[in-house]
């Protein structure tokens, strides 16, 4: 003999003197929905802007100022208010390129002149920027590759206008 199917008619019995009711404590439910909060019980603002927000004015690496939002992958933080800051990690490295040695030996066999090629000297900026923001009880750091020099000069030039945009 076969029990009865409990799903048959809908309704699932949870348990002894439960059929029907709501399920208890150690009973399968449905979890309420998660809604991150900031101290204080404030609900984190959505993770994109609202639609029609406008275009973007500022974005350095994965940070982005739509309107008066700062969009990070972490959520969004107001823009009022909000502390900028960067740290150059860059370094400049410079040495002597292949072709030069090259040069040197195949010279110097003709004439003590291919020497002077060892004076060659190439410079490669290698490293990052870090970029940081706080706002609204909230952190994001994002880092910039340096790809030259003025990388880091490009990056407080954008700095400095997303600060006036803070005010």
């Not at 799903?7 to 699932?12: K, Q």
Request: hydrophobic residues 40%; glycine residues 12%; neutral net charge.
């Amino acid at each position: 003999m076969s029990e009865p199917n409990p799903y048959a008619n809908g309704e699932y019995k949870w348990g002894p003197g439960q059929q029907g009711a709501t399920p208890a404590y150690g009973y399968p439910q449905a979890p309420p929905p998660y809604q991150p909060t900031l101290p204080g019980g404030v609900p984190v603002p959505p993770q994109y802007g609202p639609a029609g927000a406008g275009m973007p004015l500022l974005s350095l690496g994965d940070i982005v100022v739509v309107g008066d939002q700062i969009v990070t992958p972490a959520g969004n933080m107001p823009l009022k208010g909000a502390v900028w800051n960067a740290m150059d990690m860059s370094r400049v490295e410079e040495k002597m390129p292949t072709a030069a040695i090259v040069l040197a030996v195949v010279f110097f066999l003709f004439c003590f002149l291919g020497l002077l090629f060892l004076l060659m000297k190439e410079k490669q900026t290698t490293g990052f920027v870090q970029v940081m923001v706080t706002s609204g009880g909230r952190h994001h750091v994002t880092m910039i590759p340096a790809t030259t020099p003025d990388t880091f000069h490009w990056v407080m030039g954008q700095l400095n206008y997303a600060r006036t945009l803070s005010i």
